[in-house]
């Protein structure tokens, strides 16, 4: 569905983005991940030819953003960072201005405006002045104006910038929806969202690209091994953690063990052992054949947050490493 | 056109639900009522006076309150009025961010251009629509000719189109609106005093500058005379004026 090949953006000083390739498929949702000013913006204001690039190429539904601009922006529902609403107009008005904007008419345009305001959650809203709602409300009849002619591919910038946890939840869920008809571009710096929501994930830093995947494929090529976390408890009272350690620690295929906690007669260990070793069967085995108990044993699930700084850390230098890791732990 | 429509319908709604085009059409109103007083006033008073010393001086309401009302509305219309007008048309869409909507919407720049310039121009009409009252009553009480008349407010049009395209040329630099109006006044002003550069410098540039100006374009239509050459003069102002909004928004793209 979307296409970009070397795509490249120049400014008089520095480079925004810097060759980046990459392409989606029909009816995905991609997260496009990266710290403040890796470039997220620069590349999404190409795709919407809002911003022409300075070399490479990028087609959106087969056209081409510089060669037919009008076909691409007809195909595609864009919201911008800040959701681009004039506060003088009305929901109801300002989604009809801009259904007109993109072409549709009459009875198609009233039904429209009716089912994304139903989609969106803002009927409630419908009459009020744009101006006067609030900051979730806003980003919600921002998220109705990208959708409000139907287009095949959605971009958004940060739709879950500043609103509340429970905002942040039903925004996610309303992408998810969508995502069945739409392919969707999301672009954000808060890692869980992509995990939640996209399938894949594009990661780009200093206008560079860093990594793209699908998020399973992400974490378990970060992995490299498989790390359990394993609760131990002796059956009459107490268990020697020093014994049960290296009990574990014979297993087959185990790199290391390390006592995590002791409290009174149970032990957390955590457990890392060779990637498709599988070696959790044998852990469990040893454990019961001992005669402990084993009360949990989890894997461990390692965070994008972990496979960013990997992959944005490779590439930096000590001193600019440092700004990017505290964005990324926001 | 269908988009042009829709741009220009949006812009004059936003005219009238802010207090903007209302501010704009009383102080107009005003204005222009007071110089109506002002020049029938001193048209009665010098009827009078006439009568008393018994001479028979021709008296002519065309050529003594409309002719210079006309004048006075296009200065005042055209210095003050405007750079009101056009300041916000595009500096507020920069400022809120709304210009990407319109930009990554199906549509040219050159359609939402000309669609924000015809609102601009639909309001000045109605502004100068509200000077037609008092001209109304000299129709009602007196018989002027119609025709210098309607030949002036062509020209209040045709003028005050040419500046409008300027100060949308101007709003489309900047995101701050303050800056837009003041700078649209600063260029405003100085196309009018340029008319009065060649009463004292005779050389050929005093001359060129001196024709740029706007109103030595104006006087014919004052005068109730419909020149091609004033005509073609405010056309292509306004062509040159939306053709730099045009480029002007296109090079934002490659800058921004």
């Known amino acids: 569905m979307i296409t970009v090949k070397e795509l490249t953006k120049k400014y008089a000083r520095n480079t925004a983005v810097d060759h980046i390739s990459f392409e989606v498929e029909k009816g995905q949702i991609v997260g496009f991940l990266g710290p403040n000013g890796a470039g997220k913006t620069t590349t999404m204001r190409m795709l919407t030819c809002f911003l022409p690039p300075t070399s490479g190429s990028a087609t959106v539904a087969g056209f081409d953003v510089l060669e037919q601009p009008l076909e691409v922006k007809r195909r ?172 574990l620690e014979q297993v087959a295929g185990v790199n290391r063990v390390m006592l995590k906690e002791k409290r009174g007669s149970r032990s957390l260990f955590e457990v890392e052992s060779q990637k498709n070793k599988f070696a959790r069967g044998d852990l469990a085995r040893a454990v019961v054949e001992a005669g402990w108990d084993l009360n949990e044993m989890r ?32 | 056109m269908r988009n042009v429509l829709i741009i220009c319908g949006k812009e004059l709604r936003s005219y009238f639900v802010s207090p903007i085009a209302y501010l704009l059409l009383t102080m107009f109103g ?130 005050g189109g040419a500046l409008l395209a300027i100060g949308t040329f101007i709003s489309t630099l900047t995101k701050n609106q303050i800056i837009a109006g003041a700078a649209t006044f600063a260029v405003c002003l100085l196309l009018w005093v340029m008319a009065s550069v060649s009463e004292f410098e005779m050389s050929k540039w005093a001359q060129v500058l001196s024709y740029m100006s706007v109103n030595s374009h104006f006087e014919s239509f004052e005068k109730g005379l419909l020149d091609s050459k004033d005509s073609i003069f405010y056309a292509s102002m306004i062509f040159l004026g939306l053709f730099l909004s045009a480029r002007s928004m296109e090079s934002l793209r490659w800058r921004s």
């Open chain 1, 76 to 247: 595609i529902g864009y919201l911008p960072e800040m959701p681009p609403l004039y506060p003088e107009m009305r929901t109801a008005e300002y989604l009809t201005f801009v259904g007109r904007l993109k072409g549709l008419s009459g009875g198609e345009l009233r039904q429209r405006v009716d089912a994304v305001c139903e989609r969106c959650a803002v009927t409630d809203v419908k009459e009020k002045l744009l101006g006067k709602l609030s900051k979730g409300y806003r980003q919600r009849v921002g998220l109705a104006q990208a959708i409000i002619h139907n287009p095949d591919v959605l971009i958004l910038d940060e739709p879950t910038a500043g609103l509340d946890p429970k905002q942040i939840n039903e925004t996610r869920d309303l992408i998810k929806s969508l995502a069945g008809d739409h392919t969707i571009i999301l672009s954000t710096h808060i890692l869980p969202e992509v995990e939640q929501t996209c399938q894949q994930v594009i990661i780009i830093n200093k206008g560079k690209l860093v990594a793209t995947d699908s998020v399973n494929n992400l974490q378990s090529r970060a992995r490299g091994a498989e790390t359990v976390h394993l609760e131990v408890a002796g059956r009459n009272g107490d268990l020697d953690s020093g014994i049960a350690q290296r009990r």
């Open chain 2, 30 to 159: 005003f204005v222009s009522a007071f110089f109506f007083w002002l020049y029938l006033r001193g048209f009665v008073e010098y009827g009078m006076e006439m009568q008393m010393r018994g001479e028979m001086f021709p008296m002519n309401l065309n050529e003594q309150i409309i002719r210079p009302l006309l004048a006075n509305s296009a200065v005042i219309g055209g210095l003050f009025f405007i750079p009101m007008i056009t300041m916000r048309l595009f500096a507020e869409e920069k400022r809120s961010g709304t210009i990407e909507l319109l930009v990554t919407s199906p549509i040219s720049d050159a359609q939402v251009i000309l669609g924000k310039w015809l609102a601009a121009v639909t309001l000045y009409s109605c502004m100068l629509l509200f000077t037609a009252f008092n001209f109304a009553f000299l129709f009602k009480f007196g018989n002027p000719d119609w025709k210098p008349l309607a030949i002036g407010y062509l020209g209040l049009l045709l003028q």
């Open chain 1, 299 to 330: 894997p461990a699930a390692v965070s994008l947050e972990e496979i960013f700084l990997q992959l944005t850390g490779k590439q930096e230098a000590a001193p600019a490493g440092e700004p990017v890791a505290k964005e990324a732990g926001q």
